[in-house]
């Protein structure tokens, strides 16, 4: 599932080729991935605006357009975004194409139907809620420190929680433990000053590695241009249950916290 550093990946790549396009019109093949506002209305709103930048907040994608309006995009499991010939026939996971003034279009594709689309005057009425953006020169130790105080759930729950934190999901919340060598079924309170401003160190160099590496190609995610992100090979815990923690040689376990496998190497991480 696509985090930070695909979807900022996603933004990069497509940036070049949308940045200064109209969009001629929406053809929308599954109106459920509309959020907001109607798929009628998205449809009609959205005809005849230029697309003024791509960027990124969470683990949303932002498209700022002509006349004060912004398309948010957030892909969840398995959305996919792609700039295609406008001639290309949609797919059988086609959930949305939005045709571009310059003989292509810009295809949705999304196999589970979770990802969503919203049109809004105001992207902060979508994305008011998230937490600091982890690379940010402003997320600094004590902006964690203070998102963590008083707070009993496991630190790993904590890191999954995007009002904590925006923009790590499932991958880098355990690579950045493991970074860490912080047990993931801590109570993010009993985490000391230390262990946070490791943990802070091991959030930002994981994400900014892994974009680096044009992030990770798995099973639900490519990023939208011929060249794969590459992150996948060096992840040291993510679905390695079993294998030899790379430091120690324990087998990496795997406990479910907040619903979500987690994996981590028992010995190195405390
Ligand atoms: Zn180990």
């Not at 109607?38 to 605006?49: D, N, P, T």
């Not at 892909?75 to 949305?96: D, I, N, Q, Y």
């Not at 996948?232 to 815990?237: D, G, K, T, Y």
Request: proline fraction near 7%; include cysteine; glycine fraction near 6%.
């Amino acid at each position: 599932m696509p985090e930070l550093p695909e979807v900022e990946t996603t933004a990069r790549e497509l940036r070049p080729h949308l940045i200064g396009r109209r969009i001629t019109e929406a053809i929308i093949y599954w109106p459920g991935a509309i959020a907001h506002p109607s798929a009628e209305q998205f449809s009609e709103l959205i005809r005849g605006r230029r697309i003024l930048n791509v960027t990124r907040r969470g683990k949303y994608l932002l498209f700022p357009l002509s006349g004060d309006r912004t398309l948010l995009i957030h892909l969840r499991m398995t959305g996919g975004l792609s700039v295609e010939s406008a001639h290309r026939p949609a797919g059988r996971h086609t959930r949305v194409v939005l045709l571009l003034d310059d003989a292509q279009a810009l295809h949705f594709t999304d196999q589970r139907k979770f990802g969503r689309l919203w049109l809004v005057d105001d992207p902060e009425t979508i994305l008011g809620k998230l937490g600091p953006e982890p690379l940010d020169a402003a997320f600094t130790a004590q902006v964690l420190a203070e998102r963590l105080r008083g707070h009993r759930a496991p630190i790993k729950a904590m890191l999954l929680d995007q009002r904590c934190i925006a923009g790590l999901g499932n991958i880098y919340a355990d690579e950045a433990l493991f970074a860490a060598r912080i047990d993931p079924r801590r109570p993010a309170e009993s985490l000391n000053e230390s262990e946070i401003r490791r943990l802070h160190v091991a959030i930002r160099s994981v994400l900014a590695e892994a974009i680096r590496a044009k992030g990770s190609t798995l099973r639900d995610y490519r990023p939208p241009m011929a060249e794969s992100g590459r992150f996948q090979e060096r992840l040291q815990v993510f679905r390695r249950a079993g294998v030899p923690c790379p430091i120690c040689g324990t087998p990496i376990a795997r406990v479910r916290i907040a619903q979500r496998s987690t994996h981590f190497c028992p010995r190195c991480q405390r």
